[in-house]
């Protein structure tokens, strides 16, 4: 079944002229990202948008969320006076089921510990017409891919893996919950016109490699930076020469690079995902305006005269990689990783292997897993290391048990979880994990910051394809390299794994009993939406206070966050998933596994009330009872990781005023200025040393805040004497109004008439 056909056909119908107007605008040909981009805008263009400067206002077509945003983006959406959604959305129950046991008992644990969020987030749809995904479907990215992207579509989602639905040819944009509800409102989304990286792929994969192995390779090349502010672009034949699931494990670990999202042009591979899905309509319209859903054929020719950057990969030459341990752009070719291994001291006896997630679960993933263990039967090996499935959805996990790979797996001793994030996003109960022991494990997820999938930020995690995981999970052992490595089986002989092979999509086709999905009422508005006032996980949002119109004087440092603080330092998942609906309860994880640059500890910074060390959420409470500001200090690339708003909720709930840091990654940005929070960069990233323990900060220029002039900072040390710091912003008109108001949220509620 194809949901919102009509939708699709009017902006199939729309397009092509749309993409004229922009190509006389410009004057040139066009990338695949400008077509569509262009024929999303708010208003017609009057001049072409200066990538990487001007503030763009768009229409996306549609709108994602999880659970574990959803609360939060609608309990804002509640507050701002709507009957009902603007745009189709969706709601999807992934991220709060916990994988401990197997995927029917840990269903059934979830769906009872979870009811009270989970009658919320199905009645809250119901009563504002969105459709709601129940605990079970299967993970976010997988679903929207299988039912809702389309080619030339734009979509914005509350998770930063929603450009998973690029390898469907969109462009699908991970934001925070503020942006889904300004869309679900009915308002335009703003984003500043991202810069250009188009990706020749060359030749054919072959052997080992994968799709995940280009994103692995492609995350060492750009590192978790080098993507920010621009949409990565992917062309030639060696594109069309991937499957659409592995055009969209390629988008989906395209936030790992900072991108705001990745994308491919519509091909054959695409029509035939959709056919597979039950979308035949889709793909006979996409045919119909086929030379719209891709680049222009000059583009391609000549990329370096219309891309900001361009990289070149030849498929055919590509080997395997290992990414890892704790970040996602540390990238081995795994014929150089007993080296890197030895040199890094990194334990090399794998514990786990787990495959699966939103971004590697699709069918030709599993097949092609299982198919090396069935090898390993075959070949008399027993998997040394204990392995785990999650599957991304209930169509494939249906397909894959009816198709006999759910069996396979048993027979290497593998367990299958729910459908759902489970161990990716730290909802993984690991027996032992408490006991904090050095141990290494290996997945094919993205993420493998510390500390990420089981708690332990002694567990080595590193990221490769499903094969690979599958291989070394036999092997059990980091550096064992299948292409040239034998294995010793349970006879005692030396065997080899074959090259594994799979089928992209499944020969006898998808099928499934209950995928899950629950439409929403007709007519909504009777529908009650309840919200206890004793609840522990829910809590109605109160406004913001509105800017007090002064400088702010007076701040406290609370902390001076060193080196890597991404959204899991400061609003940590997993034990903590369960308070995403719930802002005073969730804010005491507040930037908990944030390093202290002064005494290298984690939740542990001075007070500078009493003079003693205590853990941030209590230091900043007690700044807050006191009604004083405070400000957070940070390095690079600071909040890089997830979309979610809590890490800019909490510390605004709580009362810090500013976040000053070398550079922010995109979303967290956006979520901070949305939330009124003031966030802002160094102009000379040395004066970061500048900054002492005891601190009193003042913001100086903020009666005069205005785009593109930067502000003073005025640290007063505790001996007497000052540094006046230059810092910089991004803020534009609309932002400071935000800022001004307290939110963004109570601008949308002014205009409706709410405040
Ligand atoms: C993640 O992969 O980190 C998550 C969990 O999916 C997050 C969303 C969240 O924190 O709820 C993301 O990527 O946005
Ligand atoms: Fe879930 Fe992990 Fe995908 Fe995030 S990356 S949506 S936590 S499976």
Excluded at 60 to 78: G, I, K, Y
Aim: glycine share 10%; aromatic share 8%; proline share 4%.
């Amino acid at each position: 079944m194809a949901f919102d056909l009509d939708l699709i056909q009017k902006v199939y119908a729309e397009m092509p002229g749309k993409i004229q107007i922009a190509r006389q605008l410009l004057g040139r040909p066009l990338t695949l990202t400008e077509k569509i981009l262009y024929s999303h805008l708010d208003k017609p263009a009057t001049a072409a948008y200066e990538r990487g400067k001007a503030y763009v206002d768009f229409r996306p077509d549609r709108v994602a969320m999880q659970d574990a945003t959803a609360q939060m983006a609608l309990l804002q959406f509640m507050t701002c006076g709507r009957d009902k959604v603007a745009v189709p959305s969706t709601v999807h129950c992934d991220h709060l089921i916990q994988a401990k046991v197997e995927a029917d008992k840990d269903l059934q644990v979830a769906v009872d510990s979870n009811k009270e969020v989970y009658d919320f987030l199905s009645s809250v749809s119901d009563r504002y017409g969105l459709g709601f995904w129940k605990a079970g479907a299967g993970i976010i990215h997988q679903v929207v891919l299988e039912n809702y992207a389309f080619p030339g579509g734009m979509m914005i989602g509350t998770d930063s893996h929603t450009p998973n639905a690029g390898g469907l040819g969109m462009i699908a944009i991970g934001v925070g919950g503020a942006d889904a509800c300004d869309v679900m409102a009915g308002l335009p989304w703003e984003l500043k016109m991202p810069k250009l990286i188009g990706v020749h792929l060359t030749g054919k994969l072959n052997g080992w490699a994968t799709p995940k192995d280009i994103i692995l390779w492609v995350a060492g090349k750009l590192t978790v930076k080098g993507g920010t502010g621009a949409i990565v672009e992917y062309f030639g034949e060696g594109a069309s020469n991937i499957s659409c699931t592995g055009k969209g494990t390629i988008g989906n670990m395209g936030a790992e690079i900072g991108a705001t999202t990745s994308t491919f042009g519509y091909d054959e591979s695409m029509e035939r995902y959709l056919r597979a899905t039950g979308r035949a309509a889709i793909a006979d319209a996409a045919n119909g305006i086929k030379e719209h859903l891709t680049g222009d054929p000059e583009v391609y020719a000549n990329p370096a005269q219309y891309f900001d950057q361009v990289i070149e990969l030849d498929l055919s030459t590509l080997e395997p990689y290992i990414n890892g341990p704790f970040s996602p752009d540390l990238a081995t070719p795994i014929s150089k990783m007993k080296d890197a291994a030895a040199a890094n001291g990194w334990p090399v006896k794998l514990e786990v292997g787990l495959i699966g997630s939103c971004t590697n679960s699709s069918y030709e993933d599993i097949s092609r897993a299982a198919n090396l263990a069935e090898q390993a039967v075959a070949k008399n090996l027993k998997a040394k290391a204990a392995y785990t499935i999650t599957p991304g959805s209930e169509l494939v996990r249906f397909t894959i048990e009816r198709d006999g790979y759910i069996d396979t797996f048993g027979k290497i001793g593998g367990t299958v979880f729910a459908n759902a994030c489970g161990p990716c996003i730290g909802m993984w109960a690991r027996e032992g994990a408490d006991k904090k022991e050095k141990n290494t494990i290996i997945h094919s997820f993205n993420r493998n910051f510390a500390a990420r999938q089981d708690g332990n930020p002694n567990t080595y995690a590193f990221v490769g394809s499903p094969e690979i995981v599958t291989a070394l999970a036999i092997a059990g052992d980091l550096t064992f390299n299948p292409l040239t490595d034998t294995l010793t089986n349970e006879a005692g002989e030396q065997v080899k794994l074959d090259a594994p092979t799979g089928y992209e999509l499944p020969p006898k086709g998808f099928d499934v009993e209950d995928a899950g999905f629950q439409a929403p009422a007709e007519d909504g508005s009777s529908v009650e939406v309840k919200v206890s006032l004793e609840s522990q996980r829910l809590q109605l949002l109160e406004p913001f206070p509105a800017w007090e119109g002064t400088d702010l004087k007076g701040l406290k440092l609370l902390i001076k966050a060193k080196g890597k603080c991404t959204t899991d330092h400061i609003s940590m998942a997993g034990p903590w998933l369960k308070f995403r609906g719930h802002l005073d309860n969730i804010s005491n994880n507040m930037l908990i596994g944030a390093t202290n640059f002064f005494n290298e500890k984690t939740n542990s910074v001075k007070s500078q009330l009493t003079g003693d060390y205590a853990g941030v959420p209590d230091v900043q409470r007690s700044y807050k009872a006191e009604n004083i500001g405070s400000i957070v200090v940070g390095d690079e690339n600071y909040g890089e990781g997830s979309s979610r708003e809590h890490a800019a909720m909490e510390p605004r709930h709580l009362g810090v005023r500013v976040v000053l840091v070398k550079s922010f990654a995109r979303i967290h940005e956006t979520n901070l200025k949305k939330q009124g929070m003031l966030g802002v960069t160094f102009n000379n990233n040395d004066d970061y040393d500048k900054i002492q323990e005891d601190d009193t900060i003042d913001v100086i220029g903020l009666t005069e805040f205005a785009p593109g002039v930067p502000l003073t900072i005025v640290a007063n040390h505790k001996d007497g004497s000052k540094d006046e710091i230059v810092v910089n912003h991004t803020y534009n008109a609309q932002q400071i109004e935000w800022f001004k108001a307290g939110s963004a949220l109570n601008v949308i509620r002014k205009d409706f008439g709410m405040a």
